[in-house]
């Protein structure tokens, strides 16, 4: 008899689904869609469907099927993309890629000033990157240009001590 199953599964090699990053990526290109169509049928977010699909979270089994029906990938890739990756895009050391260089930057110089400031206006805890909203906007620059405005919106969780 076949089951269905609901149950979670984790990854603990990111090769299968860095591969799978891969492959997405390529069909998205060929098939000449952005991240936020594809997206669009899942109804999540642009920002956690492209972390999905680049391997850093797990889709649900509707959004799994919609997003690969749109890419044309296999059951194979559906079952894949439900999967609990391992979680990190970044080897070690300094990032190579001038955008992610960026960010690094940012937080070499306004890290310790971040900290700073959610410890004085919350006390001691951290930013969860779990229960936690990205957004990516391009405005208008009142100079000239684009600007970028990014926002992490992540849940507050104070050290408790035990």
Known sequence: MTQTTSMPHAQFDPAARQALAITAVEAKTRKDLTWQQLADVTGLSVAFVT???LGQHPLPADAARAVAALLDLDEDAVRLLRTI??????????????????F???????????????????????????????????????DGGERAVITFDGKYLPTKPF
């Open 104 to 142: 690094h930057e940012m937080l070499q110089v306004y890290g310790t000033t971040l900290k700073a400031l959610v410890h004085e206006q919350f006390g001691d805890g951290i930013i969860s990157a779990i229960n936690f909203k990205l957004d990516v906007r391009k405005v208008a620059d009142p």
């Open 51 to 53: 972390a999905a699909l």
């Open 85 to 102: 990756p391992t979680r990190g895009s970044i080897p070690g050391g300094i990032p190579t890629d001038p955008t992610i260089y960026r």
